[in-house]
């Protein structure tokens, strides 16, 4: 072999070992930081079955990409014990924190402080839109169409079933301090002052108003307590929550009451089968288990490789549970993991 032929051997022998060596590091930096990125989900309150699909979206993410995660709620569900666990998320030098807000004002100042100190924050199902949260991102149709929405969808089958005079409706909440369940309720009210001017050929009016809390035991309890004072008199109860959609059904089924029309939320598995059984008319879902799974990607895809995170507000699409649909409803993956 010649000396020119030697020595440019040599020389790709070396780049291929620097190629061989750069590549190797850089997997060890992947994996190094893959292994170092740590998340916390912080939930609005621990007791809401409603939100198991949103804890194992996130843990489906965590499995995928390999990042730490921790999933903490307040206990009781005050904005005081929230305010805590960004705090305390903050001091534990996690990189990023989704949550759900308890309460859209009360937060903001808490969520403005760990921006501050450098830990992005991102809401899913409940926001605070006021604060400095990267971004919002909702499985469902905007609250505020939801609310118009259910509206229309009672004002149709009231008509499809011959209502006349005034419709009277008592409206739940188990939550109704946060932006989500007020602009349900908002688009629900506007949407039904705008239907009255319609010479529909009734009446629909909001008789009553009640926070039936996440409390599994205290919303049933609320529930009947709202039954027993109202029952005679309503024709419809919109119901903002997951268990206060399956708690009216409860109640009407035990009561033998199939007067009332539940325009609800949420495919809790108990829900479903009210449903099929004819005490809940529908139930519109929306994907906890995307909302889960998409923050928690996002945020790691920033963190891991460097991708922006977005801005303002994201949204999927909302689906109502009918009887029709149940078999397709109940292969949902929030359907899989409610409580």
């Not at 926001?127 to 609310?147: C, E, I, M, V, W």
């Not at 506007?190 to 919303?219: C, H, R, W, Y």
């Not at 995170?309 to 009887?323: E, R």
Request: glycine fraction near 8%.
């Amino acid at each position: 072999m010649s000396t020119r032929s030697r020595a440019a051997l040599a020389i790709a022998l070396v780049v291929t070992l620097v190629v061989a060596a750069t590549a190797t590091s850089a997997v060890h930096r992947t994996a190094k930081g893959t292994a170092s990125v740590k998340l916390a989900l912080i939930l609005d309150d621990l007791t809401n079955p409603v939100e198991l699909p949103l804890r194992k979206g996130a843990q489906a993410a965590a499995k995928k990409d390999g990042f730490s995660l921790n999933i903490t709620g307040p206990s009781p569900n005050t904005a005081q014990a929230q305010i805590t666990l960004v705090q305390d998320a903050v001091a534990q030098k996690v990189n990023g924190i989704v949550m759900l807000p308890v309460d859209s004002s009360a937060l903001v100042p808490a969520i403005n402080a760990a921006v501050a100190a450098g830990v992005p924050v991102a809401t899913t199902e409940l926001d605070a839109p006021t604060s400095k949260r990267a971004f919002f991102y909702f499985g469902g149709t905007p609250p505020l169409q939801q609310g118009m929405m259910q509206a229309d969808k009672v004002a149709a089958y009231e008509k499809a079933h011959g209502a006349s005079g005034t419709v009277n409706v008592v409206v739940t909440s188990c939550l109704p301090t946060v932006t989500g369940q007020q602009d349900r309720r908002k688009g629900f009210e506007q949407e039904v002052a705008k239907l009255n001017k319609q010479n529909m050929g009734f009446t629909l009016k909001e008789i009553a108003f009640a926070n039936t809390t996440t409390d599994p035991a205290k919303n049933l309890t609320n529930i009947q307590n709202l039954y027993t004072a109202d029952g005679s008199k309503m024709q419809v109860a919109y119901a903002m929550c997951g268990p206060d959609t399956q708690n009216w059904g409860t109640v009407l089924e035990r009561a033998g009451n199939h007067k009332i029309l539940v325009a609800g939320y949420d495919w809790l598995p108990q829900t479903l089968n009210l449903i099929g059984s004819g005490w809940v008319a529908w139930s519109m879902g929306s994907s906890l288990y995307n909302e889960g799974f998409h923050t928690f990607d996002v945020m790691y895809q920033h963190f891991a490789h460097g991708k922006p995170l977005p801005t303002g507000f994201q949204f999927g699409k909302s689906t109502y549970a009918t009887k029709a649909n149940l078999a397709m409803v109940r292969q949902s993956p929030d359907v899989k993991y409610a409580g």
